[in-house]
């Protein structure tokens, strides 16, 4: 019977080298059935959660199935590979205009002057379908003229896909309908196309 330090050493072997979260980590990456999506099974030691965002080959891939118990001493789960990746803009922030001598610069009616700076973009790894979504074999259709997005779930994403919220992407204006949250870890949004503003 194998050992936990056998296993380990067997794993280690085959393993390479992943970011899960931005976090280096070993895994076992392999090729299920080919299909229409560019998917793998990620293999590790230690636990990977459904909307872990797994970095492969400088490739961004979302994990898309649950793993919560071990096979054969190792996790084992789907990740399917993002096909777009967002830029959420930077929050602006506020400051005060000084002038050389650090002294506030004041307005014509004696009010402080301010400059707005817009910081860092953050960029969204996602998943865009507008034939159908599935997870575990279950399919969400898309009706036309719509999308799905599917995205990490964590503060960051919550904020930057609200609903009614408007984006832009493939020539197209679009708007989120609806934020779905049954698949722990993940955000999955509804969008529809909508005129482009003038």
Not at 39 to 44: A, G, L, V
Not at 110 to 125: A, F, K, N, R, S
């Amino acid at each position: 019977m194998f050992e936990m330090t056998d296993i380990e050493s067997i794993f280690n072997m085959a393993a390479v080298n992943v970011k899960v979260n931005d976090i280096d980590k070993k895994a076992i990456i392999t090729n299920p059935a080919i299909n229409e999506f560019e998917e793998r099974y990620i293999h590790t030691l230690d636990v990977i959660g459904q909307g872990d965002k797994v970095t492969y080959e400088s490739e961004h891939y979302l994990v898309i199935a649950e793993s919560v118990t071990k096979r054969h001493g190792k996790f084992k789960t789907l990740m399917r590979h993002c096909n777009h990746v967002f830029e959420i803009p930077g929050e602006v922030t506020e400051v005060l205009v000084r002038d050389e001598n650090g002294k506030v610069v004041l307005d014509d009616y004696g009010m402080p002057e301010y400059d707005y700076i817009q910081g860092e973009p953050t960029l969204v790894p996602s998943i865009i379908d507008n034939k159908n979504f599935s997870i575990d074999g279950k399919q969400l259709r898309v009706p036309v003229n719509e999308i799905i997005i599917v995205v990490q779930d964590n503060e960051k994403n919550q904020k930057g896909f609200v609903v009614n919220k408007e984006f832009d992407l493939m020539g197209k204006r679009w708007k989120v309908l609806n934020q779905d949250y049954t698949k722990v870890g993940l955000i999955i949004l509804t969008c529809e196309r909508i005129a482009s503003k003038a």
